[in-house]
């Protein structure tokens, strides 16, 4: 997966700001790759994102790792119980997920955050894998952003998963129960555009990731 070349584009755009690096980086080695999921291969719930960051994962090579981004998903993840630690600087950081598992619509840093529909389309192989795997014992899937809720569904459906129509509208804290007991959760992206403008807060993330944890049990 760390050597797809499928998409031109974001080959292109990774490797670009691999080389070209962010001044306070700049003596870092940059991941520049595609960016798999992680955490617990028994988890009940599963954190689905848009992509990697730019100077985040594509920088340290690990889901929501090194950004604002993952400052404020592991920090609320932490207070449900479902990380180690509240902070992700690095892949050696001492992080580990418990019942939990990190993952995203797109692998690769796309430019300005988005990814093509045809791209998307081209990385759903790596979720849909994640899913299967993850089946015997996932509950609850928790979409970061309308892309992650989106990608969810489509690969759902195409697994042949009863789904209601018309699909619910995304919005923050829809909550939606699927036929085969799956609940699919939703919240605003814990982007820097939702979390300085405050149309995303820390009690809002928190009340998501504690019912996720309710939920799963």
Request: include cysteine; glycine fraction near 10%; proline fraction near 7%.
């Amino acid at each position: 997966m760390s050597r797809c070349v499928a998409c031109p584009r974001l080959v292109a755009w990774r490797e670009q700001v691999a080389r070209e690096k962010r001044a306070a980086y700049v003596a870092e080695e940059y991941w520049g790759r595609p960016v798999p999921g992680f955490g617990d291969p028994t988890a009940s719930v599963l954190v689905v994102g848009l992509a990697p960051a730019a100077h985040g994962a594509n920088r340290t090579g690990r889901m929501f790792t090194g950004d604002r981004s993952g400052d404020w998903l592991f920090r609320s993840m932490h207070t449900a119980g479902l990380a180690s630690q509240p902070t992700s600087t690095h892949r050696d950081d001492g992080l580990r997920l418990h019942g939990a598992y990190v993952s995203a619509a797109a692998r690769c840093a796309p430019p300005a955050n988005k990814p093509t529909v045809e791209e998307l389309a081209t990385c759903q192989p790596w979720i849909e894998r994640e899913l299967e795997l993850l089946a015997p014992t996932l509950r609850v899937a928790v979409c970061l952003g309308n892309i992650g809720y989106t990608a969810l569904w489509r690969v759902l459906g195409q697994a042949g998963v009863e789904l209601p129509r018309p699909r619910p509208k995304f919005g923050h804290g829809v909550e939606v129960t699927l036929a085969g007991g799956l609940v699919v959760l939703c919240s605003f992206h814990p982007s820097q555009q939702n979390t300085f403008t405050g149309r995303l807060t820390e009690p809002m993330l928190d009340g998501v990731f504690h019912r996720a944890v309710e939920l799963s049990r």
